[in-house]
Each structure stands twice: as C-alpha cells, then as structure tokens.
C-alpha cells in the first residue's frame, strides 16, 4: 500500500563533489588566457578551420574524431575558419572566441578527477583512496596544461577512464537489469579513445583483455545454466567488440560527410576519390567519357604518391648520350614523371593496327589485355622501351619517346593493359575507375614510377622506368587515367589545339563510402610521418625522471609564460607506486609459489585488479614509444601518468590495511597527508608556469628550474 506522503531519499557524495567544483575551477577558469595561438594549437587549429570550411585534409597522426570534437567546439563560438595559423604566439582577432575553441578540451580534463574518483571506487577501494587519487590528479600541473588549450590528450584520456570505470561498473553490477548499458557504454568510449588519437588503441587491447579474463571465468562458472553464458557471451562480445568497430567507422562516415570540397591533401588520394569531392578535379573531370576508347586523349596518373603525387609526362628534351658515371644511353626523347598539371602530361591511345588518332563512330572502347600505343600529344613520340639500363635504375629498362635515328634500334612501342581491379576479364579501361598496369609486349617489363630525382638534364622531374622485377601489390607500377577527352582531329597542330577544349559526356562516376573509407584508412596508415628533431622532443626514458619540459607559450614582451611541467612530488610519488607494486607483487607470488597465502582470496584479487589496469595502463601507454618511430614529446606520457596516479593511494590504503601495524598505520596517515599537502604547495609553485600569469621576475623563474635540463626562458630587465 502506498505510503503518504512520498518520500524521496538520495545520497551526495561530497567528496565526489567537492573535487568536481575544484577540478572545473583549475582547468575553466580564465580560459582565454593567453589571447593567442599555443603551442600545437597552430597545427590542430588548421583541421579546425578546415572542417569549418568543410574541405577535404589527410592527417597522418590519428583519426578525425579529435579533430571533429575540436571544431564543433570552434562552430559552437561562431568561429568561421578564416583564422589563419601560421605561427606559435600570434594573437587570436575580437573576432574568436579563444574560450569555444578550448573548452571542450578543458572540460574533458576537469572532468577526468571525478572519474578517477569513481574508478578507483570500482577498484573496490575507500573514499579516501578515492579522495587522494582524486587530488593527485587535481594538483597535477602537465594536466592541467594540457587541458586547457585546443589539444587532444585531455580528451583522449576522458574517454579511456570513461571506458574502464564504465566496464568495472557493469562487472561489479551483476545483478543489475541496466549492467549492459555499461558495458554499451564502456565499448563505446574505447571507440571514442581510438577515435581520438590511435594510442588508444592500447588501452582499449588492455580492457580486452581484462574482459577477455572475467568471461573466461563465467565461462567456468558451472552454478550459470549454459543458455545464461552464451547470452553473456554474445552481449559482451557485441558490446565490446562489434559497437567499437561500427562507432569507428562511424567516425569517418560523419569526416567524409562533412569534408567534401577539394583540398590542400586531395594529390594524396586517388582520382576517383579526388572527383567524388566538390571543386578540384570534380571540376575538370566532370562530363568526361567513362570509357577509354582508341583514339582517347589521356592523362596518367601514377597511383602511388610517393614521393609526391604525379603524371606520365614527356618533353622535347633527350636523354644524354653518357651519363656522369660514363653508362651510354638510348639518347631517345625523355619520358618523366611531372608533379604538376600541365600539357605535355597528355597521351593518345592509339589502335596498332590503324593510323587514325581519332575515336571512332561509335567509339570501340580499350579491354584488359589488348595492347596498344601511347603516342605523346604534344611531340607526337610513342612510348616506347627497350633494352637499355634506365638512367639512374640501372637494373631496370630506360623508357623513352622513340625517335628514329635510322640506327639499328627497331621501334619497341608496344604494351598491353592488364586492369588491376577488373572484375571480368572483358572489362574495359575506365577513366578514373581502372588501375591499369601497362606490360611492355616485347620485354613483359612492367611501366613503373621508381620515384628517383633526375638530375639537372632532366629538370628534376622523376624517373619512369619499365621493370621486369617487382613486387606484385606495388602502386608504382598502376596507373589511372585521371583527365580524358575523345579526340577529332587527326592533324597534330589540330590536335594540340584540341587538348585545350576537352568534349564533355555526361556519365554518374560515384565511388561509394566503404571505398573512401578503406583508401583513407590505408592512407593515413602508410603516409611517412616527418621524423624530424625538435627543441623540445625527448625519448621515453626521459619522462620517467621528468628531464625535460616544453615552453608552450612566451609573451612577447614580458616574462609572462606556460610550460608544460609536471607536479614534481606527484609525479615521484607515481614512480614510487609503480616500484612498490611490483616489488610487492613480486613477493606475494613468490610466497603464494611457496604455499602461503597472506591475503584473503577477495584481497588478492583485489590486488591483481589494481595491478592489471594501473600497472597494465601505465605499460600499454608506456612502453609502445620505444618501438615508435616519430618525434616524441612529454605530452605523450600523460596518459600513462593517469594510472600511476591511480596506483599509489590505493596501494597506501592496501599497505594500511592489510601490512602495517597500528603503530605504523599512523605514520602512514601522516606520510599520506604530508605528501598531499607537498603535491599542493608544488602545485602553487610551479602555478605561473601553467597559467601564465603571475608575471614572474627573472631571478624567480631561475628558482623554478629545479632540474639543469629545463629550458625556462627569462629576460633581464
């Protein structure tokens, strides 16, 4: 019978509270300052402006979903785009609003203290544990840096503590009716890390395998009817597995959509990737014949776009009779790879057997394995090969524009077209659609980009040689005819006239989203990321120790600065937790080894929990940069410094109650509040350096360079 009156009861947690407020305090507060561009703000803010422009870019250091969460922040301020990032400390216009772009950033990071607060909580430690978790990661200055300017770790590792809270929420609730919404949740923050930058990937493996762990032991649960664990099994698996995969497909689906005018990256792709964008070479190649027939004029693109993107091309130029190192050559017309659009990149498919150089009536389009001649528009050269070493591949055949010199070299200009992507063997050459490969009949050399510079004689344009030595899946040896007209005219001063006014036919060419997606993934994947030094790169030992930092912003005039410096004692105190958990763990498996169980079983695993996701979080985010071959900065550990924070207030609290005596347990007490008490006055002290503000003299920013490694910079006034 219902009671009256209705009573509802609830619970505030002030402590979660209360960390909340001063985690929104030091990360919100006097947000627009400094008024001008940070550090790596000048790179993300490109992608910004770009995504508010909506035109197309290729990022090479991880997924869109940072970039995109970057810029609806950005659109949410009414910022048009038209910002020009050229440069670290120019100051933002009246027109930004320097407090959109970093806010969502800045609240990602405030609000990681609460959610250590409740993950350590789902470790099954105390309040206070969670209280001082909490704190450490409050008071931590590199943090609190970082999440206050237009930059992605803050949001990287909101979504990994979302992850793991939400999965140990759903593992410690299993009598829950709403325990799936959490392990739904949990998969979809491991897509949202990943999303954000791909080193989220490791610990989005790391909670695999955790998970991978509780279903192996429900599997063995034999108090759960077998109907029960297969559903267990088939949710978890979905929730964790088939959510993440689609959420990060999802991703690109809603980068593609947006991005679709032409831009600075569009050479980085294929010509059918290329036309399906608004602007660019949708513009050229729209109306063009799908078909490439006899008689066709053609552009080649070479598939590949190393070193840079470019077009089979030729010029009244011949090669050299004798090259530097004395080698003869063919002294036949010079056949280059040109990175820029231009006449001379024109080619006409002709019949061998006929003379005409016009398309016929209907046209009689080009098969996969018909052979033809390619005749240079402009100096009317077939494209030919022969057995003569290339220029600067001397393994390989040269490939020229024949000329007859009326000596004993015979025209060798024959090649079959072999469509890579055919689908039939009766396919024909599509303009765009088709990689074709072009076989040279008399040699089976294959046309290939070597990607080689050619000297002075050959206006460094790159080399194209024909190569019976290859590797099968290579994009050097594929080639696409991007720009194609029908040509009419049979004379050659008609016919160079004619390349300049191409005829247009109407023909739907879309290429649909799972191939965008796969060439983009492929793409970013495979691009070559500039390994190049910076003032402020660093190697991963030396974050451990903290031997470096980063100036992120100077003014102009003053000795106003921010550097992106660590909390000296809270960063000790987390290398001093990793070092006590494992000696400890050390010696409980070597006692456990031995026969003697010092700790309950729930203790124990308790224990090995604590280790598996801090410990394990801190080797997943930790130990991967050494293997890594990029340019490295200190900003980089932090993910792995949210574990180790993680780590040390719980294994106190472990140390406390199950080591120490009473005498002892008092000490601890004091250690743990003396340690607090020093994380906050570190804090304070290094508090200019991560706002900004106040202006400090020269003689007190020489205080603060604790270590001789740091680079703080001052003026003497």
Same mark, same amino acid.
């Given at each position: 019978m219902l009671q009256?009156?209705?009573v509802v009861t609830f619970q505030v947690d002030l402590f979660l509270v209360l960390v909340t407020l001063l985690s929104l305090w030091t990360r919100l507060s006097n947000l627009g300052y400094p008024n001008a561009v940070v550090f790596d703000e000048v790179y993300?803010?490109?992608?910004?402006?770009?995504?508010?422009?909506?035109?197309?870019?290729?990022?090479?250091?991880?997924?869109?979903?940072?970039?995109?969460?970057?810029?609806?922040?950005?659109?949410?301020?009414?910022?048009?785009g038209n910002f020009v990032w050229d440069r670290i400390g120019a100051d933002y216009p009246s027109s930004v609003n320097v407090w959109s772009l970093r806010f969502l950033p800045a609240l990602s990071g405030a609000l990681c203290v609460p959610l250590v607060y409740l993950l350590t909580l789902e470790l099954k430690f105390s309040h206070l544990s969670a209280l001082g978790a909490s704190l450490l990661l409050l008071l931590e200055n590199s943090l609190i840096v970082q999440s206050r300017f237009m930059l992605l770790e803050s949001i990287l590792i909101f979504f990994m503590l979302l992850a793991f809270f939400s999965y140990l929420r759903f593992h410690n609730s299993a009598d829950s009716r709403s325990r799936f919404l959490w392990l739904l949740l949990s998969g979809a923050s491991c897509a949202a890390a990943v999303g954000v930058k791909y080193v989220g990937l490791f610990s989005y493996l790391l909670l695999l395998g955790v998970a991978f762990l509780h279903t192996w032991n429900l599997i063995g649960?034999?108090?759960? !009817?077998?109907? !029960?664990?297969?559903?267990?099994?088939?949710?978890?698996?979905?929730?964790?597995?088939?959510?993440?995969?689609?959420?990060?497909?999802?991703?690109?689906?809603? *980068?593609?959509?947006?991005? +679709?005018?032409?831009?600075? *990256?569009?050479?980085?792709? !294929?010509?059918?990737?290329?036309?399906?964008?608004e602007g660019g070479l949708s513009r050229i190649t729209q109306g063009q014949p799908l078909e490439v027939a006899y008689g066709s004029q053609v552009t080649l693109r070479s598939s590949s776009s190393q070193p840079i993107p470019c077009w089979l091309h030729s010029h009244k130029a011949n090669y050299p009779i004798r090259y530097? +190192?004395?080698?003869?050559?063919?002294?036949?017309?010079?056949?280059?790879?040109?990175p820029f659009k231009d006449v001379n990149n024109w080619w006409i498919v002709k019949d061998p057997g006929r003379q005409e150089l016009v398309v016929s009536s209907p046209p009689r389009p080009v098969r996969h394995g018909d052979v033809i001649q390619l005749v240079h528009g402009m100096t009317s050269r077939f494209l030919s090969s022969h057995d003569v070493a290339a220029p600067m591949s001397p393994h390989a055949q040269e490939v020229s524009g024949y000329i007859d010199f009326n000596v004993s070299m015979a025209a060798q200009n024959l090649w079959r077209v072999v469509i890579s992507n055919r689908e039939a063997e009766s396919d024909s050459w599509k303009t765009i659609l088709s990689e074709v490969r072009l076989v040279h009949v008399n040699t089976t050399a294959v046309l290939r980009l070597s990607g080689v510079l050619l000297p002075d004689w050959g206006f460094h344009q790159l080399e194209v040689v024909a190569d019976k030595m290859f590797k099968s899946h290579s994009s050097s040896v594929e080639w696409t005819v991007e720009e194609h007209r029908y040509g009419t005219s049979q004379e050659q001063k008609e016919r160079e006239a004619e390349l300049h006014t191409p005829t247009h036919i109407d023909v739907d060419r879309k290429i649909s989203f799972w191939a965008k997606f796969l060439e983009l993934q492929l793409k970013m994947l495979t691009m070559k990321q500039e390994n190049s030094e910076h003032k402020y790169s660093s190697s991963p030992v030396e974050w451990i120790t903290m031997e470096t930092n980063i100036a992120y912003w100077l003014h102009s005039s003053t000795n106003a600065q921010i550097h992106l410096i660590g909390n000296p004692v809270s960063w000790g105190v987390a290398n001093l937790g990793l070092l006590a958990y494992q000696l400890l763990a050390a010696f409980y498996l070597m006692r456990r080894r031995r026969g003697f169980k010092d700790l309950p079983d729930g203790v124990w695993c308790q224990f090995v929990c604590l280790g598996c996701v801090c410990?394990?979080?801190?080797?997943? +985010?930790?130990?991967?940069?050494?293997?890594?071959?990029?340019?490295?900065?200190?900003?980089?550990?932090?993910?792995?410094?949210?574990?180790? *924070?993680?780590? !040390?207030?719980?294994?106190?609290?472990?140390?406390?109650?199950?080591?120490?005596?009473?005498?002892?347990?008092?000490?601890?007490r004091l250690c743990a509040l003396a340690v607090l008490l020093s994380s906050f006055l570190s804090y304070r002290t290094f508090g200019p350096l991560t706002y900004g503000n106040p202006e400090l003299t020269a003689n007190q920013l020489q205080g603060l360079k604790w270590r001789a490694s740091w680079d703080i910079l001052y003026r003497h006034r």
């Open positions: 009256l009156p209705p993300y803010g490109q992608f910004v402006s770009l995504y508010t422009k909506r035109v197309f870019f290729v990022d090479d250091s991880g997924p869109p979903l940072g970039h995109m969460i970057l810029a609806f922040g950005a659109y949410m301020g009414g910022f048009d649960d034999r108090t759960i !009817s077998h109907l !029960s664990v297969c559903v267990e099994c088939v949710c978890r698996g979905v929730c964790v597995l088939v959510v993440p995969v689609l959420l990060y497909v999802f991703w690109f689906y809603v *980068h593609l959509s947006l991005l +679709n005018h032409s831009g600075p *990256h569009d050479q980085l792709m !294929s010509s059918a990737f290329q036309a399906s964008l530097e +190192n004395g080698r003869g050559s063919s002294h036949q017309q010079q056949i280059t790879c040109y410990v394990g979080g801190w080797l997943v +985010n930790f130990v991967p940069f050494f293997l890594m071959e990029k340019t490295l900065f200190l900003y980089h550990y932090l993910p792995a410094l949210c574990y180790l *924070h993680l780590l !040390s207030p719980a294994l106190l609290e472990h140390a406390h109650s199950h080591l120490l005596s009473v005498t002892h347990r008092h000490a601890l």
